[in-house]
């Protein structure tokens, strides 16, 4: 049985941010809206192109050449937007997210969770994946919830026990 006392804080929170935009439904629509957006840039760039040859440069095709750019922009850097983005949700939430803390137990049957957010069990069955993000170790619930455990805080000990238990109940890694 491991016990883990968390403190959210900026960091946390990020790296809590950059691991929801890695789950696969966000990273697929990332992939499709910058597919989408290159196409459109590449489009307004040939339409821009074939107005500069045909009537030379105009105010039209400086616009269109404007809007390329800009949509090749939010394709290039799309993800870190998003980030950004779902940052700033939790923060702006009252900033519950900043004061929370409490603790993890990871037994046998089940992570039981006491914080200022709730109390919980979840059971290992609900548990998708776990995967290693910087400092942090995360477990990430099939509802795309996720434990985030920083790894300096931990024991070599626990670190082995907590992959024992991951994988005695066959949690792939990410």
Known sequence: MITYSFQYDKDMAKAL?????????E???RIIYQIILCVCAAILYYLAIAL???EGVSASSIVYIIIATVALLFAIFQKRMRVSMILRGMLREGGSILTAHGTWT??????????T???GVTYWTAIEKYGDHGKYIYIQRSDGAVFLL???RLSEA???ELQNLL???????D
């Open 17 to 25: 941010a950059e691991i929801a935009e890695q789950r696969k439904p």
């Open 27 to 29: 990273a697929r629509k």
């Open 52 to 54: 500069i040859n045909a």
């Open 106 to 115: 990871f037994s046998d049957e089940s992570i039981e969770t006491d914080s």
């Open 117 to 119: 957010l709730g109390n």
């Open 150 to 152: 920083e790894r300096t």
């Open 158 to 160: 626990e670190i082995s």
């Open 167 to 173: 994988a005695k109940h066959s949690i792939p890694k």
